[in-house]
């Protein structure tokens, strides 16, 4: 294809197993991620200049278990300036896996515009065996620059498969194929070519009434995990430290246990919001006032959202509303 008739994609890249480099091609675990900048990553795939006019732009270079809110911001920014460039058809971002999820929902809640972004990464750095990066990366620009990829919101390309970046979840740490969504994948890109299947049924990108250029700051919302003989110990810590909002990582149906519940009550009177959220493995479906009764208690639920999107959404929420009957239509329709 001439260059005038390809796509223009832009890979912006983030760091992670995808740029990581390892001491021996047997080192598919042990490794240092983010090692490699993204003009070697494109150079190491040259079969991507025949399916788009590919550039890259380092925005930062971290393991994504390191990733801050700010970071979180400043690739929103990029993305959106990008997407509002004539000269871009389509956005990839090379990701580390292990909070991939997080910044696929936030992009997905944030970024107005019908051009396909792509999240992707890898789960062995390029310098082993077997390396899945250069395969999700071509899959990535692939996706990015197919027309029928526009408006399908944010997207994720792992193992060949398509998965929305609303629903998709790092399940397991160690087999390529690590990302499934509870819901199933979209669709298949096989040899840079897309299938499709379903699609995204939540609000998102255009349809979204959250936008990344009216987002100063993401306020400070915190995570605490439940177990059998838990206490109240970490709610009250994260209240302390100034959380808005605190997601409660539950039990089963989100459930909360005897010890907790007062604490979650008195910090809800004191302004905190307090959202049920599932840790369950293969992903929650918290349902409002089983188990607990929200209505009583104006507690939140996060229905389907995974403790870690459910704090993405929270957070991008929070910059619009405090009230908790409007987080909670917000909880139901993205
Ligand atoms: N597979 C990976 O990318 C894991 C890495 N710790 C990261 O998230 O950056």
Redesign the pocket.
Known sequence: QEAATKPNVIILAT????A?AGASAANSATYT??KVGIDKLIAGVPELSQLANVRGEQVMQI???SITNENLLQLGRRVAELADSKDVDGIVITH?????EETAYFLTLVEKTDKPIVVV???RPGTAMSADGMLNLYNAVAVAGSKEARGKGVLVTMNDEIQSGRDVSKMINIKTEAFKSPWGPLGMVVEGKSYWFRLPAKRHTMDSEFDIKDIKSLPNVGIAYSYGNVDDTAYKALAQSGAKAIIHAGTGNGSVASSVVPTLQALRKDGVQIIRSSHVNNGGFVLRNAEQPDDKNDWVVAHDLNPQKARILAMVALTKTQDSKELQRMFWEY
């Open positions: 760091g992670g197993t995808i990581g991620a983010a393991a994504s278990e580390g896996t292990d909070t991939l990464g890898s789960m």
